[in-house]
């Protein structure tokens, strides 16, 4: 059974900095793309950035580009994501899943194989 896990979340203040990390188990590889989501409390989830399963195509959300940056360590079945100068808005609990290819993670129809979710709060 293949199962996400996110780590790396927690309390920082306003400007500070963070990482997430999302495993990949029960697969020897990832062959998908993979992506990072957020849902802040009253909020539909979004799409926050996305790699492709060769970490040679990224794609962001444009409240995120130029502070949050995602990579890949295929040998470790990982997924990072890096989060800049963050701000209050970044609040939410944030989540890894995969879909085909990186299109396809913009589109709730096509994404799979959810994490837990893991909370970031950012605070001013």
């Known amino acids: 059974q293949v199962e996400l ?6 309390l920082v203040q306003v400007g500070g ?6 495993a990949v ?6 062959s998908y793309a993979m992506g990072w989501f957020r849902q802040a409390p009253g909020q539909e989830r979004e799409f926050v950035a ?3 399963w060769s970490a040679l195509k990224a794609d962001y959300a444009d409240s995120v ?5 995602i990579s890949r360590d295929i040998a470790k079945n990982t997924i990072y994501l890096q989060m800049n100068s963050l701000k209050s808005e970044d609040t939410a609990v944030y989540y890894c ?12 129809s096509f994404q799979f194989n959810w994490g837990q979710g893991a ?3 950012v605070s001013s």
């Open 65 to 69: 580009k130029g502070r949050f940056t």
């Open 17 to 22: 900095s963070l990482r997430l990390s999302c």
């Open 5 to 10: 896990v996110e780590s790396g979340g927690g």
């Open 50 to 52: 996305g790699i492709s």
């Open 25 to 30: 188990s029960g697969r020897p590889f990832s």
């Open 119 to 121: 909370q970031v709060t």
């Open 97 to 108: 899943a995969e879909a085909s290819n990186v299109a396809a993670l913009t589109n709730p």
